[in-house]
């Protein structure tokens, strides 16, 4: 046969009764048929052979479609012919010319190029063509990132930022239903040279007004900000605000720092009563250098910082995500007005109620207080569900002379009860602190719970000069009668290494911990310089009650591994005190613990398990400090343990209960039988009988093992 040059492919705009369609163009077999349904909005649907249509013809002849149901109008149906792309032709050598067979295998041939030439005719008359001599090169990713095609009035094209194009009507909806606003629209430059804060301004005024909205700044573009009322941007009261930057940098301008009241607008974006708020990938730029700190200026606590998060309604400011942002230069460095230089510049500052908050893989760098902060006043709303993760602070001075950086993180509580705290995988280097639930002294007692910090690590490689320290949690301050409830506390698997600090982690210092974990963490002083260098201070003038354990942590080359000079006991609720110290480790240490454990008397119950900790070349396992005790008040409690308690300089009301055997003694040495020992076992070496099962007793020259049965020392 020979093959016509009808396109291989048809048409039909169906009318709810036609099933049977014409295949005008010459087939081999019906699976070589491609039928396709099309609906009013073009969507596609694939018919199936046998379920959906019949075929008859083919063989190299034309043929017919049956389909079992009509489609409406509307609806069009398209037959294309796709010829397996197959040889299955085979010759046999010495046989006479196979003709038919030849054709037919050329018939085939024909059919496929046919094929091929239809379909790059059907994208051809899809696609945007450069004409035949032209080239528009090769646009690869790194050219077209965040980049539009266009064409000049010569016809060539350019790679151009949307930020490029000239002012548009601003507010147009984009595909996820949001505003769609860029600084360019109302006016801004973004050169590092034109101040840019009246077109902010008015940005921030038109998502306002919207109720919402996605704010693009451009890539590479630096917009400058600053006023004498407000640094810019306030968003308020919108419920879904989307702010990418992807590289785009927010600086604060030459004296940009406000002058008059605040009204707490000193970030550089400020959020007031917003849900559902995303903000990525921008830079903010404090500017710090270039700012003025004299009398005239208004510092209040953040003053310009990146962003500002305030909630002066009674609704929370919630459903927030910060993320590949980086935060630099915040506060001011120079003059004297107002507080002291460096003190006044948070990256990120919150307050008074914002709840589930994702602050990740942002980086902050010299922020001259805290890289973030939540600082809650009283009668305000509590922070709930606060995740800082996967950032990097940068807070070391890198060559400038700062008075004091405060720090990476501060949840403060203002006498409410915050919770669901996550501080995990970070890396803290430089002079950084990180501080939770303290610093309000004014307010009343309040609770701090659900604390988790886990897999960070602290690497502070020179001294601050001051009292800084790495971690502070739960400080108080009993002056006033005002203490903080810690309750379920998580700090594990972290790595802190520093040089020359007074302390490193301080935990509930002047404050009331309960059900605290602080496990499989590594202490480390680079250079030791005495006694004072600490590695976990906890309870220090506090109160503790419930479960407290410290296990498998290691401490290495500081002055005293663990330091607690505090009450062991619950006030004002006698709840009984189970504090464990299990599995540590102390290398190089001038004391592995010193536990000064005084005050009033203990809860029924109360135990202490000293067990299994390791100190390899420290100077005392366990060390009371000088004229100190361990003072169990009245009634007392229980010190289970294996290691040799007689480090400490005396025990009142204490009773040293060994659960493990113990070592070789003379039966005088023995502690009184009791039901606590019932099972230990010892080895007494001046018995002055064999006989199993019976009593030991002292003052002859054999050497046997006995056990404790609760009420004697048996032979056994």
Request: aromatic content about 8%.
């Amino acid at each position: 046969m020979t093959v016509a040059s009808t396109a291989p492919t048809i048409t039909y705009l169906e009318n709810g009764t036609t099933v049977v369609q014409a295949v005008p163009f010459q087939f081999l077999a019906a699976t070589d048929l491609v039928v396709e349904r099309f609906d009013s909005a073009g969507a596609m649907t694939l018919a199936t052979l046998g379920a959906d249509y019949s075929v008859a013809g083919g063989d190299g002849a034309t043929g017919s479609v049956t389909m079992a149901v009509a489609k409406a109008a509307g609806w069009r149906l398209r037959i294309r012919r796709s010829t397996a792309r197959t040889q299955p032709t085979d010759y046999t050598p010495g046989d006479r010319f196979p003709a038919e067979s030849h054709e037919r295998a050329l018939d085939r041939v024909t059919m496929i190029a046919q094929e091929i030439g239809a379909a790059a005719l059907d994208l051809e008359s899809r696609s945007l063509r450069v004409p035949g001599g032209d080239s528009i090169g090769e646009l690869s990713k790194a050219v077209r990132a965040g980049k539009v095609l266009t064409f000049d009035a010569l016809g060539g094209y350019a790679m151009r930022s949307m930020g490029d194009f000239p002012p548009g009507p601003p507010g147009e909806i984009d595909l996820d239903g949001l505003h769609f606003y860029t600084p360019e629209q109302f006016g801004a430059v973004g050169d590092n040279a034109t101040d840019d804060t009246a077109a902010l301004l008015e940005l921030a005024a038109a998502v306002n007004a919207a109720g919402g909205g996605r704010v693009f700044f451009n890539p590479g573009k630096i917009y400058l900000l600053g006023h004498a009322a407000q640094l810019t941007m306030r968003f308020q009261g919108v419920n879904g605000l989307l702010i990418e930057g992807d590289g785009a940098t927010l600086k604060t301008k030459n004296s940009g720092c406000p002058t008059a009241s605040l009204g707490y607008n000193w970030g550089q974006i400020n959020i007031v009563d917003c849900t559902n708020v995303n903000i990525r990938g921008l830079r903010f730029d404090g500017n710090r250098a270039n700012q003025s700190h004299t009398a005239g200026h208004v510092q209040g606590y953040g003053f310009n910082a990146g962003i500002v998060f305030w909630t002066p309604g009674p609704h929370a400011t919630e459903h927030v995500l910060i993320a590949d942002c980086r935060f630099v230069d915040h506060g001011v460095l120079s003059g004297t007005g107002g507080g002291t230089p460096d003190q006044r510049g948070d990256g990120i500052w919150c307050s008074n109620g914002i709840k589930h908050v994702h602050v990740i893989k942002n980086v902050f760098e010299r922020c001259g207080r805290w890289a973030f902060v939540i600082e809650q006043n009283a009668g305000n709303q509590a922070a709930d569900h606060i995740y800082f993760r996967e950032n990097l602070v940068l807070n070391e001075d890198r060559g400038v002379a700062l008075t004091r950086p405060w720090g990476a993180i501060d949840i403060e509580d203002g006498g409410l009860n915050n919770s669901h705290i996550y501080i995990e995988d970070n890396v803290f280097e430089g002079t950084t602190q990180v501080a939770i639930g303290g610093f309000n002294a004014e307010v009343a007692e309040c609770t701090v719970s659900d604390v988790y910090l886990r897999r960070n690590i602290w690497r502070l490689p020179t001294a601050s000069g001051g009292t800084d320290v790495p971690f502070s949690l739960g400080n108080g301050n009993p002056g006033t009668g005002t203490y903080r409830s810690l309750e379920r506390l998580f700090i594990e698997h972290n790595i802190v290494s520093w040089a020359g600090l007074p302390a490193t982690f301080q935990v509930g210092t002047s404050a009331k911990l309960s059900d605290v974990f602080i496990r499989w963490n590594t202490f480390r002083a680079e250079t030791l310089t005495g006694a004072s260098e600490l590695g976990l201070q906890f309870a220090y003038g506090g109160h503790m009650e419930g479960l407290i354990e410290l296990v498998g942590n290691e401490f290495i080359g500081l002055g005293e591994g663990i330091l607690n000079n505090g009450s062991w006991y619950a006030d004002p609720t006698p709840l009984p005190l189970h504090l464990k110290i299990e599995g540590n480790r102390f290398r190089a240490c001038y004391r592995s613990f010193n536990l000064s454990m005084v005050g009033s008397a203990a809860p029924a119950g109360s135990t202490l398990v000293l067990r299994d900790n390791v100190s390899e070349n420290s100077r005392a396992l366990l060390d009371g400090g000088a004229g100190e005790s361990l003072n169990g008040g009245t009634p007392g409690f229980t010190l289970y343990g294996r290691e040799r308690h007689d480090h400490i300089n005396a025990h009142t009301n204490v009773t040293c209960v060994p659960t493990g055997p113990l070592p070789n003694c003379a039966v005088a040495g023995l502690p009184p039988a009791a039901t606590g020992l019932k099972g230990i076992r010892g080895y007494v070496t001046d018995a002055t009988a064999t006989t199993f099962a019976s009593t030991v007793a002292g003052g002859g020259g054999t050497n046997v093992q006995v056990i404790c049965n609760g009420t004697n020392w048996v032979i056994g």
